[in-house]
Structure formats: structure tokens, C-alpha cells
């Protein structure tokens, strides 16, 4: 059975990959350089209008750095005129008071700043740039002033995860309202961290604490690339307190651009659905008819403990972490501790030499 086609709630757009930081875990490989292929304004704005013909979703501007283009308040402009609702996703390095007016000028929602660290220490060494947790403090504190909304993302691996508690204790003291844990998944310059992935065990536990935390947290603690939480919570008794969370999204509620049009199930799954150049800039042709898609949204295709999984249908599974690690997007994640039925599987097999 295929999952009736359904349109992405959000959307990232990474208009760029241009950034001053070089971090250790980042998907996109950003740098100084602009990378060739990189949209124009034009091109960028025909890509939203084509996405608000089809849905009006909350579009996630991101990168590299979005700040780093000098139409990015152009863009957050034509997403308000489009009746699309634009959020920005910043490491917090070009943010202060008079850029954030800027932003809330053009019409920008809401904005979320990367933390990887409850100290400059850890921080600072996941970004590879000295007082890069200095400057991530002060944006948060300049959007606090400015009353402009913001969460705090957190890629946890492990080098972070004993600073998880401590981050989140501090999103909540500089404001924030929402902390949004993201799981590792090594793409991009990650790849190298392929050793600091969180292993099965380790990864059961981390989703244990998070939802003990979200039970008790005065703000919202939402996971993102994670989407065993899903299963987490629906084993455990909270499920009635927090509704349905949903696994991975990538392909159904959650699309991606990419800086050169490509439509991808997410930024971390480097496999195109089709070109928005090359199409034409029809979004919806993409989203409803690509091959690709299809396949992803096809529950049952899926190989491996996933297949036979009961929770299959919440959870999905990470597909990028099953192909980085296995070379099969349909496969089993690596990561999940969980056993539907005794036995071993192949996949499993893959994920302990791997990890
Ligand atoms: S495939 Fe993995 S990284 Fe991509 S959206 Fe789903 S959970 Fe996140
Ligand atoms: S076996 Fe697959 S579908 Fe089931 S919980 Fe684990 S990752 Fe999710």
C-alpha cells in the first residue's frame, strides 16, 4: 500500500552553502566559498512561489548560513506575500539586535540558534571556531530583546551527550522556547564523525532521558531525526499526554531544497526527487511523481527489522542514517535498539560492524 501523497507541513530551503564557521558535523560541507550552482534571487523566488502553489508551509531558510545572503530579507519578504510563514535556522554568528529587527521587518516568524554545548569548551569544538558560543549567547540574548521567538537546535553524538540535560536547562534559561535535540546523522563533513555516532544502547537510553525531560520541562522539547522517540513515547504511558509525534518526516510532512534546486526527503539524504530548474520550478510535479518518493513513502518496501516492525508506521526509521551507514535507504536504522521479533537480521548485522 502507498501512503496517499501528503503535503510538506515545512520545508527547508538551504539558499546557501556559503558560512564563516567550518563545524565538525555540518550536512551541507559549508565554507567561505560560494559553491557554483548557487540560486539567484529570481531562481529562489520562483522555487516559493511554486511551493506556495502547492502548500503554504512553514519554510525553514538555511544553509551553510542564510545570513550570509544579502537577499535573505528579500526572500523572508516574498514568503509573506506568498502567505508562506518563514523561520530561519542560524549557528547565531550574524545576529544581533539591528539584524533581528531587520528580520522581524521582513516578516520572519521565528528563528533557531545552534548550540552543541553547555560551555564554550564543547561548543566551540563542534564548531571549530573560537568564541563561536560567545556569539551564539549574545544572538540569543539580542532576540530576547528584540521579543523575537527562537529554539535551540543541538546535534547530539557522542561528544554531547552527557551536556544534553545542561543545554536544555539553558535553552530554557535564555529564553527559548522550544530545545530540539537533532540525532546525529553522518553526511556531509559528519561523515568523519562516523565513530561518534550514538550506538544502539546508548541511543535507547538518550531517547529515555529526552522524554523524561519533555514530561518535566517548563518549555517545549521537541526531537528531531530521532524518530524512534515516536516509539518511545507510544511504549511508554505519555503518549495520551502529548498527542501523536511523529517518526521522520522526510518525504511526507517534511521536504528540502537544496542551494542548487534539488528536492530532496531532507537535508540529510543526498538523493534528489527531481530539479526545480530543470522542471520548470513545478513543486508539485516533484513532490506528488518522483520515482524516489513513492518508493520512500512505501512502508512496506522497506527492508530489514523495520519491515516487520510494529511501529513501523510511527517511527519510519532514519532512511539516512540506513544509507550512509548501509548503502540502503529502505534498510533498517542503524541506531534503533529495539528487536520486533527474535532473530537476527542482516541489517543488524551491518550497524555492529559499523558502529
Ligand atoms: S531521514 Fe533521518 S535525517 Fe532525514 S528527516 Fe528522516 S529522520 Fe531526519
Ligand atoms: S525497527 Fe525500524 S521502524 Fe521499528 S522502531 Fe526501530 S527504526 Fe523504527
Not at 501512503?3 to 564557521?21: D, G, S, W
Not at 542560524?90 to 540558534?113: E, R, V
Not at 521579543?147 to 544534553?164: A, G, H, L, P
Not at 537510553?205 to 518511545?232: M, W, Y
Request: charged share 30%; with cysteine.
Amino acid at each position: 500500500m502507498v501512503r496517499k501523497v501528503e503535503k510538506p507541513k515545512l520545508i527547508a530551503f538551504e539558499v546557501t552553502r556559503r558560512c564563516r564557521y567550518s563545524c565538525q558535523h555540518c550536512r551541507a560541507d559549508a565554507g567561505l566559498e560560494q559553491m557554483d550552482g548557487e540560486l539567484t534571487t529570481e531562481e529562489c523566488k520562483k522555487i516559493l512561489a511554486s511551493v506556495a502553489d502547492f502548500c503554504k508551509c512553514v519554510i525553514i531558510f538555511t544553509g551553510g548560513e542564510p545570513m550570509e545572503r544579502d537577499d535573505i530579507y528579500e526572500l523572508i519578504r516574498y514568503c509573506r506575500e506568498l502567505k508562506l510563514r518563514p523561520v530561519l535556522a542560524t549557528c547565531g554568528y550574524p545576529i544581533n539586535y539591528d539584524s533581528i529587527t531587520k528580520l522581524k521587518d521582513a516578516g520572519i516568524l521565528a528563528l533557531s540558534f545552534s548550540l552543541d554545548g553547555a560551555s564554550a569548551e564543547t561548543h566551540d569544538r563542534f564548531r571549530r571556531t573560537p568564541g563561536a558560543f560567545n556569539k551564539a549567547i549574545a544572538a540569543t540574548k539580542a532576540a530576547r530583546r528584540a521579543d523575537m521567538r527562537f529554539q535551540i537546535n543541538t546535534t547530539i553524538s557522542k561528544i554531547n551527550i552527557n551536556e544534553v540535560a545542561a543545554i536544555a536547562k539553558l535553552a530554557q534559561e535564555l529564553g527559548a522556547y522550544c530545545f530540539n535535540p537533532f540525532i546525529l546523522v553522518p553526511t556531509g563533513r559528519g561523515e568523519k564523525l562516523s565513530d561518534q555516532i550514538l550506538d544502539p544502547v546508548e541511543y535507547e537510553a538518550l531517547l529515555n532521558d529526552l522524554l523524561r525531560l519533555k514530561l518535566k520541562s517548563q518549555i517545549e522539547v521537541r526531537v528531531t531525526c530521532g524518530p524512534q522517540f515516536a516509539r518511545v513515547v507510544e511504549q511508554s504511558s505519555a503518549e495520551k499526554r502529548f498527542g501523536n509525534i511523529e517518526g521522520c518526516m522526510g518525504g511526507t510532512g517534511f521536504g528540502f531544497i537544496s542551494y542548487k534546486a534539488d528536492v530532496q526527503t531532507c537535508g540529510f539524504l543526498n538523493i534528489s526527487a527531481g530539479n526545480l530548474v530543470e522542471n520548470g520550478f513545478d513543486f508539485g510535479k516533484i513532490w506528488r511523481d518522483s520515482d524516489f518518493l513513492k518508493e520512500i513513502r512505501d512502508l512496506p518496501s522497506y527492508t530489514g527489522k523495520c519491515k516487520i516492525c510494529r511501529f513501523l508506521n510511527i517511527c519510519k526509521g532514519c532512511r539516512a542514517r540506513a544509507y550512509t551507514i548501509s548503502g540502503d535507504y529502505l534498510g533498517s536504522d542503524p541506531v534503533c535498539a529495539y528487536e520486533p521479533e527474535a532473530g537476527k537480521y542482516e541489517s543488524d548485522e551491518i550497524s555492529k560492524k559499523t558502529l
